[in-house]
Every structure is written in structure tokens, then in C-alpha cells.
């Protein structure tokens, strides 16, 4: 049966997700909605030209106008947000007025915290809404549900994932992919996970350590970030003993950035200087931008993500080990982030729009996570696991 989606947002993760729906979604339609008519046209034709024929078109439209959105969106099966957080909750309501399904990038707990509160006038809808999907939080807490599903009883939970530069150029050795605010965001304040069985905050750039991965990886080094489980702790509390989620860098980048915050650049609040308010954060952006920020080049990058579960299997401890590399694909153009990011997004919708997932507002913990597992196998992703003694 076809489908008509909408995608709200043009930028790379947006294309991704809407050429995940066109191959593997049962697309019949695909419009996207973007601030800027060009940015919407462009995206469309990039579609277009990656499937062979016309199924995408791009409108200038703003996502937080949902009023016109309404009629603009009318007959529309899925909606996926890839524009900021601040306008999640408006498209929320908008789903349930007009009856389409709905899934996100969230980025932005407390939005999403805010989007459960429309539960039962989804479910009473018969639509599906699933806030804050993507890489991390996202797909990374896909991959904890599938490893805990692997053991009779799982007790901890410890996560590592992130996006880097295939051949590291020395300083930085990291591109950013995406928006720098959305960087600087996740560096910024506390974590949520679950210590003693209980939601504990963890302060950004916290508990740094070293894991190795198979050539040509190596050595990785991992720390505390915000954002990056959403509502899993709150979910599996009284579930799982221990939850945490780290971000996974070249060695160095963790000091280099924790010393930029205590210098106060990620500050939002102005400051005085030489006579001139400024934000610090928008400074540190602006100095930024120009040493990391992909730029619109092509960046050939890798994404790393490992889960390990860790409880009773079969009457004895064992741990269930979870692993995705995924690289950036010379076919299509994509980076590993968009495919990770916004594939995950468009999976979760295609099985909303196919009646797959229960009615209502979903955390991504809820979405069964071998439905995605399989999904991402499908789609080429290097997925692997092993079950046994605790190593």
C-alpha cells in the first residue's frame, strides 16, 4: 500500500530520511517543507535523481504556522520532523488533528517529556507519534532494547556511540556534521542516567575512558554528554540497575573541550567585553564553525555504536555485546550520520504507518527493538552480536 509523506526540514538528515522512505517506505509522495524554497526544492530534486523518477516536490512553509500546515498537509500518512526541536510540540497537535503519524530528531528531553502528554488524543486518533528518533537518542537506545531482549533478566546497560572523521586531521580530528548548536548542546549541563536503580544527573565530560575497536578504529575515548537517552532512564527505572550513555571522540578531544567549558565560551549568558554584549556561546560558534564544520564538503566519516547488556541468561550471568559501523556511502553521498540519523527516523515512521506499533505517544525504548534491528540489516548496516559469560 503507498504512502504519502511529509518531511519538515531540508538539511541532510531530512534527505536522508526521505530516501529511506522512498526505497523502503512504500512512498507514493514525499513533500518537503522548509523554510527556505530552494533548500526544499533542492532536496527534492536530489531525491528524484537518486530513485529515477518523480516522487518528491519541495514547498517553502514555516513548521511553526501549523495552522496552514493543517491544509497544506491534509491526506498526509507520516509526518517526519528533521527541523529544530522548539516546533515538535505544535506538529504534535497537529498530528492528532489531522490524523497522520509523527516521528522526530527531537533533541530536547524536556520537549519530548512534554509530546507524552498527548498519549490518550493519539491513541484516540490511531496514530503513533515517536519523539526524539535518530542516531543518539535514538538508535542507540534501539540497539540497548534489542541487546536486553537477548537475556532473561538484564540489570545494566552501558552504551558508547559517535560520529568522527574516517582520516582525522590533526588538531581537531573531528568534523561536525551537524548544526554546531547542536554540538555545543550535548556539551552542555547533565546527563540523565540511572545509578542503584535510580534517575541520577551526570555532568557533562565526566567519567572519561578508553575502549578499543577493531583496525582501523583503535583506541576511541569515551565520556558523558547530554541528551543522548531521552526518556530510557525514566522508562527502565526499576528495570535496570544501571543505565548510562557515553559519547565516543579521538583521544585528546574531551580535555580540549571540557577546558573550552570551564573557560565559560559555552555560556549563554552575555558578557561584557571591550565595551560589547556578547553571548560567549555564539562566539564560540562563529571561531568554530570555520575549523570543524563540514562546510558542505563531503565528509567521509564513520559511525561507531556498542551496547553491552549485562545480567542472567539461562541461569547464569552473561552479557549480550551489540555493535554498529557504519561508513559514508560512496552511491548515495550519504555520511554515516544521515544514514544512522535519519534512516532511523524514517524506519520507526514506516512502521507507524504500517500499523506495526501500538497507537499513541512511543518512546523509542517502546519501539520493538528487534523490528529495528532488522529494518537496519536490511538496509546494509553492519550489525553484531554476541551472547555469553561476561568477558
Request: contains cysteine; charged residues 20%; glycine residues 12%.
Given at each position: 500500500?503507498p504512502?504519502?509523506?511529509?518531511?519538515?526540514?531540508?538539511?541532510?538528515?531530512?534527505?536522508?530520511?526521505?530516501?529511506?522512505?522512498?526505497?523502503?517506505?512504500?512512498?507514493?509522495?514525499?513533500?518537503?517543507?522548509?523554510?527556505?524554497?530552494?533548500?526544499?526544492?533542492?532536496?527534492?530534486?536530489?531525491?528524484?535523481?537518486?530513485?529515477?523518477?518523480?516522487?518528491?516536490?519541495?514547498?517553502?512553509?514555516?513548521?511553526?504556522?501549523?495552522?496552514?500546515l493543517?491544509?497544506?498537509?491534509?491526506?498526509?500518512?507520516?509526518?517526519?520532523?528533521?527541523?529544530?526541536?522548539?516546533?515538535?510540540?505544535?506538529?504534535?497537535?497537529?498530528?492528532?488533528?489531522?490524523?497522520?503519524?509523527?516521528?522526530?530528531?527531537?533533541?530536547?528531553?524536556?520537549?519530548?517529556?512534554?509530546?507524552?502528554?498527548?498519549?490518550?488524543?493519539?491513541?484516540?486518533?490511531?496514530?503513533?507519534?515517536?519523539?526524539?528518533?535518530?542516531?543518539?537518542?535514538?538508535?542507540?537506545?534501539?540497539?540497548?532494547?534489542?541487546?536486553?531482549?537477548?537475556?532473561?533478566?538484564?540489570?545494566?546497560?552501558?552504551?558508547?556511540?559517535?560520529?568522527?572523521?574516517?582520516?582525522?586531521v590533526s588538531?581537531?580530528?573531528?568534523?561536525s556534521?551537524?548544526?554546531?548548536?547542536?554540538?555545543?548542546?550535548?556539551?552542555?549541563?547533565?546527563?540523565?542516567?540511572?545509578?542503584?536503580?535510580?534517575?541520577?544527573?551526570?555532568p557533562?565530560?565526566?567519567?572519561?575512558?578508553?575502549?578499543?575497536?577493531?583496525?582501523?578504529?583503535?583506541?576511541?575515548?569515551?565520556?558523558?554528554t547530554?541528551?543522548?537517552?531521552?526518556?530510557?532512564?525514566?522508562?527502565?527505572?526499576?528495570?535496570l540497575?544501571?543505565?548510562?550513555?557515553?559519547?565516543?571522540?579521538?583521544?585528546?578531544?574531551?580535555?580540549?573541550?571540557?577546558?573550552?567549558?570551564?573557560?565559560?565560551?559555552?555560556?549563554?549568558?552575555?558578557v561584557?567585553?571591550?565595551?560589547?554584549?556578547?553571548?560567549?556561546?555564539?562566539?564560540?560558534?562563529?571561531?568554530?564553525?570555520?575549523?570543524?564544520?563540514?562546510?558542505?564538503?563531503?565528509?567521509?566519516?564513520?559511525?561507531?555504536?556498542?551496547?553491552?547488556?549485562?545480567g542472567?541468561?539461562?541461569?547464569?550471568?552473561?552479557?549480550?555485546?551489540?555493535?554498529?559501523?557504519?561508513?559514508?556511502?560512496?552511491?548515495?553521498?550519504?555520511?554515516?550520520?544521515?544514514?544512522?540519523?535519519?534512516?532511523?527516523?524514517?524506519?520507526?515512521?514506516?512502521?507507524?504507518?504500517?500499523?506495526?506499533?501500538?497507537?499513541?505517544?512511543?518512546?523509542?525504548?517502546?519501539?520493538?527493538?528487534?523490528?529495528?534491528?532488522?529494518?537496519?540489516?536490511?538496509?546494509?548496516?553492519?550489525?553484531?552480536?554476541?551472547?555469553g559469560?561476561?568477558?
Open positions: 500500500m504512502f504519502s509523506y511529509a518531511v519538515i526540514g531540508a538539511g541532510r538528515q531530512g534527505v536522508a530520511a526521505a530516501y529511506d522512505l522512498a526505497v523502503f517506505g512504500d512512498a507514493s509522495r514525499i513533500l518537503f517543507v522548509d523554510t527556505g524554497a530552494a533548500a526544499a526544492g533542492d532536496a527534492a530534486a536530489t531525491i528524484n535523481r537518486l530513485v529515477g523518477r518523480d516522487l518528491a516536490a519541495g514547498i517553502a512553509g514555516d513548521a511553526a504556522d501549523t495552522s496552514r493543517a491544509s497544506v498537509l491534509a491526506g498526509t500518512r507520516g509526518i517526519l520532523s528533521a527541523a529544530h526541536y522548539g516546533v515538535n510540540l505544535g506538529l504534535t497537535e497537529l498530528a492528532v488533528a489531522i490524523g497522520a503519524h509523527l516521528v522526530d530528531l527531537g533533541g530536547h528531553t524536556g520537549v519530548v517529556r512534554r509530546q507524552h502528554g498527548f498519549h490518550d488524543q493519539a491513541r484516540h486518533a490511531g496514530i503513533t507519534i515517536v519523539p526524539d528518533t535518530g542516531m543518539g537518542p535514538g538508535l542507540n537506545v534501539s540497539l540497548a532494547a534489542y541487546a536486553m531482549g537477548r537475556l532473561d533478566r538484564p540489570r545494566e546497560v552501558r552504551i558508547w556511540d559517535g560520529g568522527l572523521p574516517q582520516h582525522p588538531p581537531w580530528n573531528y568534523i556534521t551537524f548544526a554546531m548548536s547542536g554540538l555545543t548542546n550535548e556539551y552542555d549541563g547533565h546527563a540523565f542516567f540511572l545509578r542503584g536503580g535510580k534517575v541520577v544527573e551526570v557533562c565530560f565526566a567519567d572519561l575512558e578508553e575502549l578499543q575497536f577493531d583496525a582501523p578504529i583503535g583506541t576511541l575515548e569515551a565520556f558523558v547530554s541528551g543522548g537517552l531521552s526518556t530510557a532512564p525514566w522508562t527502565w527505572e526499576g528495570t540497575e544501571r543505565l548510562e550513555n557515553k559519547t565516543l571522540r579521538y583521544p585528546g578531544h574531551c580535555a580540549r573541550f571540557k577546558a573550552y567549558e570551564e573557560l565559560g565560551l559555552l555560556g549563554l549568558e552575555p561584557d567585553a571591550s565595551g560589547v554584549r556578547m553571548v560567549p556561546r555564539d562566539l564560540f560558534h562563529a571561531l568554530l564553525e570555520p575549523r570543524i564544520g563540514a562546510k558542505g564538503a563531503v565528509v567521509r566519516d564513520i559511525c561507531v555504536m556498542r551496547v553491552q547488556a549485562t542472567d541468561h539461562g541461569g547464569r550471568p552473561c552479557e549480550a555485546v551489540v555493535e554498529l559501523v557504519d561508513r559514508f556511502d560512496d552511491r548515495t553521498g550519504f555520511t554515516a550520520m544521515q544514514r544512522l540519523t535519519g534512516w532511523h527516523a524514517a524506519i520507526c515512521l514506516g512502521l507507524a504507518v504500517r500499523g506495526k506499533l501500538a497507537s499513541g505517544v512511543l518512546s523509542v525504548e517502546q519501539v520493538p527493538g528487534d523490528l529495528i534491528v532488522d529494518a537496519g540489516r536490511a538496509r546494509g548496516w553492519a550489525i553484531a552480536e554476541r551472547v559469560p561476561i568477558l
